[in-house]
């Protein structure tokens, strides 16, 4: 990770995107693959009870592949249906079509509203909607950017709990994911680099 990140070739990291569909799960392919190409006018048309079905039968799945993660945090979101409604969630989901995408803090305040989802959770679901502003965090970003001790916030990201991420923490790694993707446009002549695509290498290279 520390070479791939501070001597980088355009070959090396198209590779180590590669690698992150071999760690999917063939039975998550399909759905993987959904997520990735997920068109933000799929959400805008949907309405309250198509929502939150997507919530709970297509975000919640993809982020939470373990079982026994997707029932926890599928418990809090059906739970919160059933006391607020389903008009809560289309309420957020509103919110989430319309601010500022620059900010990443309040992009993940208004996701966190979704019952279910904490930091994590909530930057997810800012990464498949937003891909060019976001990316998602987790343990492994975490695990992988401690390879990387040269950089600035070196000190700050080994402070962080990589299994109780705060919003705090998010906008930190989210935003040392936009930088980098930046870098490598710039370097590569290129504008495919997402901080999406930042967060799926250091998924792969965090495990």
Known sequence: MNSLWNEPRSDEWDMALKRYWSYVKPSNLELEREMDCLNISTITCMDETQWYEFLLHKYFKWKYTAPNRYGSTTKHLRRSVDQRGKSYLLRIKERLLDFDLNDIEQGLQIAIGISGLGAPGASGLLSILYPT??????QFAVKALLQVPQLPDA?????????ALRLQDGVLLISIMRQKARELNLLFSAESWTPRKIDMILWTCGR
């Not at 502003?133 to 987790?138: K, N």
């Open 133 to 138: 502003y976001f990316g998602t965090i987790d």
């Open 155 to 163: 000190e700050k990201i080994s402070r962080m709990n990589p299994n």
